[in-house]
């Protein structure tokens, strides 16, 4: 602070820091210093890197379209992979039984399948942490009724109440629509099935949190409640969902590939990894073992390595492990 000669006060400005000094004060953070010392979770980065980037920009770094009706060719149909006897330079990874280049429909594929999972997900997180903050904010009556349908919901495994609201929505729906909005009821059938965890992580550390000095200060002051669960204890919660969110990408992944080979996922018109491995089982035991076993591999890599991400990201933002 400032006095010019007219006895004006002036406050100084405070300084922001640039796009530079941020990048650099976060690559110095002790959990970037955990990340560049952990061979395992470099790699793994690495390894999900090139399944976003192959997903991502599959239109373009793709050979083929593989859903393109008028780029097949039949006779191109049950190709081996390019390192057999009959396979074709163009197929690196071989053709499924519509001529369908594996590589690039993999690559398509993985595209619906992080969609799926990270809309998902998302979903899941906006729902389970909104019941656990109101819970464990709230308690009493709401409380116990926000967790007695979360302990009913327990009760079933995920999987089937993912295939109970696609049945609900399927019969709901006219047959004509089933199509056009099949992802979006995977991403709700998915989200609602895995939004208890959530609730019940997001609770307990409301619990905790909402007894300490900082919100008896905010409710002398005269803070709202949803004011304090919004600007105080939200913040201080989401270290744990954050974790939890990153492992649950890998099962939503999962889970949709679960219900695309059951057949009440994506339609065949946008096949995902799940769709591709139905349709290569029923030539694994023909000798077409292509068809099956590389979508599946892509799956396993791309889970994988969401789940290494995931344990090394618990490990970093735990402080008793620092």
Not at 5 to 34: F, K, M, N
Not at 292 to 300: D, K, N, R, Y
Request: include cysteine; proline fraction near 7%.
């Amino acid at each position: 602070m400032s006095t010019q000669p007219d006895g004006t006060v002036h406050e100084p400005v405070p300084h922001l820091p640039s796009l530079g000094e941020r990048i650099a004060s976060a690559w110095d953070s002790d959990v970037a210093y955990s990340f560049r010392n952990s061979p395992v979770a470099v790699g793994a980065a690495v390894v999900l890197a090139v399944c976003l980037a192959g997903a991502l920009f599959a239109p373009w770094l793709a050979p083929h379209n593989p859903f393109d009706l008028k780029t097949l060719n039949l006779l191109d149909a049950l190709a081996p992979p390019v390192w057999q006897d009959g396979g074709k330079p163009g197929f690196l990874l071989g053709t499924d039984d519509q001529g369908r280049d594996v590589l690039s429909a993999i690559m398509f594929g993985a595209r619906i399948s992080l969609l799926v999972g990270l809309a998902s997900v998302a979903l899941a997180v906006v729902m389970g942490v909104s019941l656990g903050l109101l819970a464990g904010y709230a308690g009493g009556k709401i409380d116990a009724f926000i967790m007695r349908v979360a302990d009913v919901q327990l009760s079933f495994p995920a999987i089937l109440i993912a295939l109970l609201i696609d049945g609900v929505a399927r019969a709901a729906l006219p047959r004509d629509a089933h199509g056009e909005v099949a992802l979006l009821v995977l991403v709700l059938a998915i989200g609602v099935s895995n939004w208890v965890q959530y609730a019940r992580t997001v609770r307990g550390s409301t619990m905790v949190e909402k007894n300490k000095e900082y919100i008896q200060a905010a409710r002398v002051i005269g803070v709202s409640p949803w004011g304090i669960m919004r600007r105080h204890l939200l913040p201080n919660v989401l270290g744990p969902v954050l974790v939890l969110a990153t492992i649950n990408i890998a099962t939503a992944i999962l889970t949709e590939a679960t219900l695309s080979f059951l057949g009440v996922g994506v339609p065949p018109t946008q096949p995902s990894l799940g769709t591709l491995i139905r349709v290569g089982n029923d030539f694994l035991f023909s000798g077409e073992w292509w068809i099956t076993i590389f979508p599946g591999a892509a799956l396993v890599i791309m889970v994988l390595s969401i789940n290494l991400l995931g344990d090394w990201l618990r490990d970093a933002l735990n402080p008793k492990l620092r």
